[in-house]
């Protein structure tokens, strides 16, 4: 069972998922190895929120498996779920709270004291430049700011998977390339794993990993080099044409 | 660093970093409760409005005979305070439970689930963490109440607060648990007319209930099956301090069945917050 090779970041094992009879995952299966920025890329409605939840445990695997450095997620959330630091899709800071309230409740529900969560809160804070707002309202941040609030508190546990939900919607063109250097530096310095889902195809870089889920399904996965290699493309973006345009050719004769 | 064990367990958390879980999500609860001040003001004028107007009112209709706890006639004023502090307590949980799900607060139920602490424990301290803020409303009241002549004895503000507690948790978890089950109610408003009105006015809050007996028999039975006529009741008895064992006995089992309910409820295994997520949660 135990190979000589430490567990994968993450292994998404024939995870199926459907609400009540509409199917929303279907067999979907791959793996992140540590230290790698991989980018989960799928239109809306692809199934990246619902991948997300399960992956947090919000939602039970019906079908399939999914370990977070071999820990399984329905067997032992706990082992798993602390290794793992979540940046939701839809805005979950406390508004009326201020960035520094918001840092140390959240480090508490990681069992992190007051002084040590300040401490990295500041640590943290500095590094994403809004140690000077810490006393502010969450309110009176721009949508820029609290993106990199909440990318701040997920790293505050120390986790050594990052899993992102769309993080850059609704963020202009300086704080996306911002966060994305920010997470990128992360992979490099730390060595920590990130699973980063979005629809904009521009934010894959030749160096990523990348998963195309697409209506539920995972058409290709790997390093980018190979995956635009494997489908004969020039570069990622035609290689999502071509396997999601394959994916809606093929229903008639051959799944893959 | 990275041994060749496939699963490596790292130290489960100890005692001190549940308290410091627990401490954190009290303390949040207490700065929220803060922070809104509309929350507060009108948790508080709730019942004064039925303290001041209704009780007025009605102090002349209703002639309320000596019944225990009470040793001498009572002002009417005086027979509803223990309902309204039960009634203080279940806005609170109902309010703390379904904010969090309705409102786009949807996102901080999902940051108190993904914490690695069981899922258990952490609702659990959700729901002593309301109890708390509704303990605080509950005094607030009683101190404006104590102008307006409700004076109990000194000592019944000591030994009302186990019962509190115990009412609080009860009416949170039954808060809760609603907000899990109930997919149909989509706001306050509903809620208020299917669970608090019906709850509120079968109950021993505002009528003594050999008074309800004599109007209606099957009323009677229903207010006595009713959870909140035991909050009532236990409180009533505490304040002065004295213990009603029935209605202890009864708010203890609801309490014990509500929190089960509820910790299911938010199993993932069960399904019900993903059918939920499925209506609105993800936006």
């Given at each position: 069972?135990?190979?000589?090779?430490?567990?994968?970041?993450?292994?998404?094992?024939?995870v199926?998922?459907?609400y009540?009879?509409?199917?929303?995952?279907?067999?979907?299966?791959?793996?992140i190895?540590?230290?790698?920025?991989?980018?989960?890329l799928?239109?809306?409605?692809?199934?990246?929120?619902?991948?997300?939840?399960?992956?947090?445990?919000?939602?039970?695997?019906h079908s399939?498996?999914?370990?977070?450095?071999?820990?399984?997620?329905?067997?032992?959330?706990?082992?798993?779920?602390?290794?793992?630091?979540?940046?939701?899709?839809?805005?979950?800071?406390?508004?009326?709270?201020?960035?520094?309230q918001?840092?140390i409740?959240h480090?508490?529900?990681?069992?992190?004291?007051?002084?040590?969560?300040?401490?990295r809160?500041?640590e943290?804070?500095?590094?994403?430049?809004?140690?000077?707002?810490?006393k502010?309202?969450?309110?009176n941040?721009?949508?820029?700011?609290?993106?990199?609030?909440?990318?701040?508190?997920?790293?505050?546990?120390?986790?050594?998977?990052?899993?992102?939900d769309?993080?850059?919607?609704?963020?202009?063109?300086?704080?996306r390339?911002?966060?994305?250097t920010h997470?990128?530096?992360?992979?490099?310095?730390?060595?920590?794993?990130?699973?980063?889902?979005?629809?904009?195809?521009?934010?894959?870089?030749?160096?990523?990993?990348?998963?195309?889920?697409?209506?539920?399904?995972?058409l290709a996965?790997?390093?980018?080099?190979?995956?635009?290699?494997?489908?004969?493309?020039?570069?990622?973006?035609g290689a999502?044409?071509?396997?999601?345009k394959?994916?809606?050719?093929?229903?008639?004769?051959?799944?893959? | 660093?990275?041994?060749?064990?496939?699963?490596?367990?790292?130290?489960?958390?100890?005692?001190?970093?549940y308290?410091?879980?627990?401490?954190?999500?009290?303390?949040?609860?207490?700065?929220?409760?803060?922070h809104q001040?509309?929350?507060f003001?009108s948790?508080?004028?709730r019942?004064?409005?039925?303290?001041?107007?209704?009780?007025?009112?009605?102090?002349?209709?209703?002639?309320?005979?000596?019944?225990p706890?009470?040793?001498?006639?009572?002002?009417y004023?005086?027979?509803?305070?223990?309902?309204?502090?039960?009634?203080?307590?279940?806005?609170?949980?109902?309010q703390?439970?379904?904010?969090?799900v309705y409102?786009?607060?949807?996102?901080?139920?999902?940051?108190?689930?993904?914490?690695?602490f069981?899922?258990?424990?952490?609702?659990?301290?959700?729901?002593?963490?309301?109890?708390?803020?509704?303990?605080?409303?509950?005094?607030?009241?009683?101190?404006?109440?104590?102008?307006?002549?409700?004076?109990p004895?000194?000592?019944?503000?000591?030994?009302?607060?186990?019962?509190?507690v115990?009412?609080?948790?009860?009416?949170?978890?039954?808060?809760?648990?609603i907000?899990?089950?109930?997919?149909?109610?989509e706001?306050?408003?509903?809620?208020?007319?299917?669970?608090?009105?019906?709850?509120?006015?079968?109950?021993?809050?505002?009528?003594?209930?050999?008074?309800v007996?004599?109007?209606?028999?099957?009323?009677?039975?229903?207010?006595?099956?009713?959870?909140?006529?035991?909050?009532?009741?236990?409180?009533?008895?505490?304040?002065y301090?004295?213990?009603?064992w029935?209605?202890?006995?009864?708010?203890?089992?609801?309490?014990?069945?509500?929190?089960?309910?509820?910790?299911?409820?938010?199993?993932?295994?069960?399904?019900?917050?993903?059918?939920?997520?499925?209506?609105?949660?993800?936006?």
């Amino acid at each position: 069972m135990h190979g000589p090779t430490p567990p994968p970041a993450l292994t998404v094992e024939g995870v199926s998922y459907a609400y009540g009879s509409r199917p929303a995952l279907a067999d979907v299966t791959f793996t992140i190895a540590p230290k790698t920025f991989a980018v989960l890329l799928g239109l809306n409605g692809a199934g990246k929120t619902t991948l997300f939840s399960l992956i947090t445990r919000l939602f039970a695997t019906h079908s399939g498996q999914i370990r977070i450095f071999g820990h399984d997620v329905a067997r032992t959330p706990g082992d798993a779920l602390r290794l793992v630091g979540v940046v939701f899709q839809s805005r979950t800071l406390d508004l009326d709270l201020s960035v520094m309230q918001n840092l140390i409740y959240h480090a508490a529900l990681h069992g992190i004291g007051r002084r040590e969560a300040r401490r990295r809160a500041d640590e943290l804070l500095t590094q994403i430049a809004l140690a000077d707002r810490a006393k502010d309202k969450v309110r009176n941040l721009s949508g820029g700011q609290m993106r990199r609030v909440e990318i701040a508190r997920a790293l505050l546990h120390r986790p050594r998977l990052l899993v992102l939900d769309e993080p850059t919607v609704g963020l202009d063109v300086q704080s996306r390339a911002d966060i994305l250097t920010h997470m990128r530096a992360l992979v490099a310095r730390e060595g920590a794993s990130v699973l980063w889902a979005t629809h904009l195809i521009d934010e894959v870089a030749p160096g990523d990993d990348v998963v195309v889920l697409h209506k539920g399904r995972v058409l290709a996965h790997g390093p980018v080099a190979r995956v635009i290699a494997d489908t004969g493309a020039s570069d990622i973006r035609g290689a999502f044409a071509r396997l999601t345009k394959i994916s809606l050719a093929d229903t008639a004769d051959e799944a893959a | 660093m990275t041994t060749d064990v496939a699963v490596r367990t790292e130290a489960r958390f100890s005692a001190p970093q549940y308290a410091i879980c627990l401490a954190g999500i009290i303390w949040r609860e207490g700065l929220r409760f803060l922070h809104q001040r509309e929350r507060f003001i009108s948790a508080l004028v709730r019942p004064l409005v039925w303290l001041f107007i209704f009780a007025a009112g009605f102090r002349q209709v209703l002639g309320v005979s000596i019944i225990p706890p009470y040793e001498t006639y009572v002002l009417y004023e005086v027979y509803i305070t223990p309902g309204l502090i039960a009634m203080i307590q279940l806005f609170n949980g109902m309010q703390s439970s379904l904010s969090m799900v309705y409102d786009r607060e949807m996102g901080n139920m999902r940051t108190l689930l993904v914490s690695p602490f069981p899922r258990w424990y952490l609702l659990s301290s959700k729901l002593i963490a309301g109890t708390a803020v509704s303990l605080l409303q509950v005094y607030a009241f009683l101190f404006i109440a104590w102008f307006w002549e409700i004076e109990p004895p000194p000592i019944g503000y000591l030994t009302v607060i186990p019962a509190l507690v115990l009412t609080g948790l009860m009416l949170g978890a039954l808060g809760m648990l609603i907000s899990s089950v109930i997919t149909q109610l989509e706001n306050f408003a509903g809620v208020m007319n299917f669970v608090i009105f019906p709850m509120f006015f079968a109950s021993s809050a505002l009528y003594p209930l050999w008074r309800v007996q004599e109007g209606s028999p099957f009323l009677y039975y229903v207010c006595q099956a009713n959870p909140f006529t035991h909050a009532t009741e236990l409180i009533r008895f505490a304040l002065y301090g004295q213990i009603n064992w029935i209605s202890l006995a009864v708010v203890c089992g609801c309490t014990a069945v509500f929190m089960v309910g509820a910790i299911l409820a938010y199993d993932p295994a069960r399904g019900l917050l993903a059918r939920r997520g499925d209506r609105g949660g993800p936006a």
